[in-house]
Nanobody, 126 residues
């Protein structure tokens, strides 16, 4: 069964850096459209952090991370990364990778339009 695999989370002190990576299965490579990173803290809605278009030519960031986070993708490897610098305690969250598909895929009776990663914890604390 296809799934996104995330890596790179962990604990860091304020001002530090982390790099998150997300790999999509090759079986959906030709249908991957926008790739995104979200984050969520307990009791709050999942928040869009950054997104990048299929060709990588357009990126978008939440105001709270502009100038500190950089999203990038490698279509040859079906990966999307999130470089996080100058981390703050308020960046602490579970970070999720998300992929939209150009063409939905069928798996049994289910139609799949997108995929989510399992989430990776990022903790910023002194």
């Amino acid at each position: 069964q296809e799934r996104l695999v995330e890596s790179g989370g962990g604990s860091v002190q304020p001002g530090g850096s982390l790099r998150l990576s997300c790999a999509a299965p090759g079986s959906i490579a030709n249908s991957i459209n926008v790739m995104q990173w979200y984050r969520q803290t307990p009791g709050k809605q999942r928040e869009l952090v950054a997104s990048i278009t299929r060709g990588g030519g357009y990126t978008n960031y939440a105001d709270s991370v502009k100038g500190r986070f950089t999203i990038s993708r490698d279509n040859a490897k079906n990966t999307v990364d999130l470089e996080m610098k100058s981390l703050r305690p308020e960046d602490t969250a579970v970070y999720y990778c998300h992929v939209d598909l150009i063409f939905p895929i069928r798996r049994g009776s289910e139609t799949i339009n997108d995929f989510w990663g399992q989430g990776t914890q990022v903790t910023v604390s002194s």
